[in-house]
């Protein structure tokens, strides 16, 4: 699973990550998976122990996911089965705490939050936390997962060689950078190696790109 994963690391990186501001995994009360892909989803499983069954990393957690990303994790595609987990799902189905998010709101969330599904290459949610929530900004996998893997493609043009859908993925990015702007709310980037979080910024020819942009996200 390493070598197919591409993974370089003897350890934890999450779970390093995670404890370097104070966070231990017992700590974590809700999870939120984008989709199932093991590059977003691999961190739910605990360091590995060898001759050991797989383990959740993450003993108290809620986990919710979107219900046509969890669909695809149980009845892949065979042009991305090679990138699921397949131990991870029953691990998660056996917990008692998943929630298959069916509309656009969580149970576990509440109304402060709401989903927005974004269909290609895979259905998956991004989250979004209203203003007068706990959690006073936007939270988005991603800006619109696939769409904004990183900063540079917050310009509208610009999409995965991957994705099939590029002309329907390029409104429904622009749709939800518009409504990051409305609420005066910040874009998140997970596969950006030098920013993790911006605003988001639309010029007077209409260009859109990332701005106030934070290397490092800490919350308090």
Do not use: C
């Not at 370097?20 to 700590?27: E, F, G, N, R, T």
């Not at 518009?178 to 874009?187: E, N, S, T, V």
């Amino acid at each position: 699973m390493r070598e197919r994963f591409g993974v370089v690391e003897d350890r934890h990186v999450l779970l390093d990550s995670l404890a370097a501001v104070s966070v231990q995994p017992k700590d974590v009360d809700v999870i939120v998976l984008s989709h199932m892909h093991f590059d977003h989803a691999g961190g739910m499983l605990a360091p590995d122990r060898e001759g050991a069954a797989p383990e959740l990393a993450f003993p108290n957690a809620h986990v919710v996911v979107g219900s046509r990303a969890w669909a695809r994790a149980l009845k892949p595609h065979s042009r991305d089965r090679a990138s699921f987990i397949p131990a991870l799902q029953p691990l998660l189905e056996a917990t008692g705490r998943l929630e298959i998010v069916e509309g656009d709101r969580s149970e576990v969330l509440g109304d402060a939050y709401s989903f927005h599904l974004l269909r290609r290459p895979h259905a998956r949610p991004a989250a979004h936390a209203r203003r007068n929530a706990a959690w006073p900004r936007h939270v988005h996998g991603r800006s619109g997962p696939r769409r904004a893997a990183g900063a540079p493609w917050v310009h509208l043009p610009i999409t995965m060689g991957y994705d099939r859908y590029p002309e329907l993925l390029i409104d429904e990015k622009q749709a939800l950078l518009d409504r990051i702007r409305a609420d005066d709310g910040w874009a998140f980037f997970t596969h950006d190696e030098h920013v993790a979080a911006a605003k988001i910024a639309v010029d007077e020819k209409g260009r859109y790109s990332a701005t106030n942009a934070e290397a490092e996200v800490h919350w308090s």
